[in-house]
């Protein structure tokens, strides 16, 4: 079963408006993520959960640019999704949220989010396998008793590993569950040219272009951090 996180994908995506006819023709189930609530709700912000200020200076301008460009009417859309959806996948009893089943703008990180916190996850929600996304850097853990938790990626944006490529999940049950990632490749250039006809920020433009984040970065707990370090610091230089 494909695994969708969210309606919207932040921070680089344009045309927001264009997305919502294919998830509606295609019959694709969401969940509501913190763009998804903020927009729906018309808040003044994402929710996205930053505390630095210059990735809260990027996330502004990345959200008053899709609210502008989303209409009244999938605002409301937006604003009716579910912030969890649950599925039955073979014996496995599957929840699908943003963040996590607490919180929807939680970052949960695979080198600072333990086993035991995981499990505890499971048992409160009452869940065998938790999907979840937000940081949107793939990555999944075995529990006990057969019980998962899976990041299942994001489309919006790259990985932060030099590659343009994006990631989706696809989660398959016969004797056991089993996750597969798929990489997505795809027209980059043309994406980064349709940002900067845009007038998107450069940063923005950069991350489609090259695979490296160039905000957002201060979120990142050191060793997914590691490998933009650099990238970042450089940006810094110029602006």
């Known amino acids: 079963m494909p ?18 006819g294919l998830l509606k023709d295609a019959g694709v189930l969401c969940v509501q993520g913190n763009y998804d609530n903020s927009i729906g ?14 990735d809260n200076h990027f996330a502004r301008i990345s959200y008053d640019y899709t609210f502008r460009n989303t209409s009244a009417a999938n605002r409301g859309w937006m604003q009716a999704l579910p912030m969890q959806r649950r599925v039955q996948l073979g014996r496995h009893r599957l929840l699908m949220c943003h963040g996590s089943p607490r919180k929807m703008n939680e970052f949960l990180w695979e080198s600072t989010t333990s ?17 979840a996304t937000h940081t949107g850097i793939r990555w999944q853990r075995e529990l006990s008793g057969g019980r998962r938790y899976v990041n299942v990626g994001v489309l919006g944006r790259p990985e932060n590993d030099g590659t343009t490529r994006v990631w989706f999940a696809i989660l398959e049950a016969g004797d056991e569950l089993h996750v597969e990632f798929v990489p997505v490749e795809y027209d980059h250039a043309r994406l980064a040219a349709e940002m900067r006809a ?3 920020p450069g940063e923005f433009v950069e991350t489609i272009a090259t695979g490296w984040w160039t905000t957002c970065l201060e979120v990142l707990p050191a060793k997914e951090r590691r490998r933009g370090a650099v ?9």
């Open 3 to 20: 695994c969708t996180a969210s309606a919207t994908s932040a921070p680089s995506g344009r045309h927001p408006d264009r997305v919502f």
């Open 231 to 239: 990238l970042i610091a450089s940006w810094r230089q110029v602006s």
């Open 198 to 200: 845009e007038g998107l």
């Open 41 to 54: 709700n018309g808040l003044a912000d994402c929710q996205c959960g930053y505390t630095d200020p210059r």
């Open 115 to 131: 086993t035991a916190f995981l499990e505890h996850l499971c048992a409160e929600h009452d869940t065998d396998v938790i999907l």
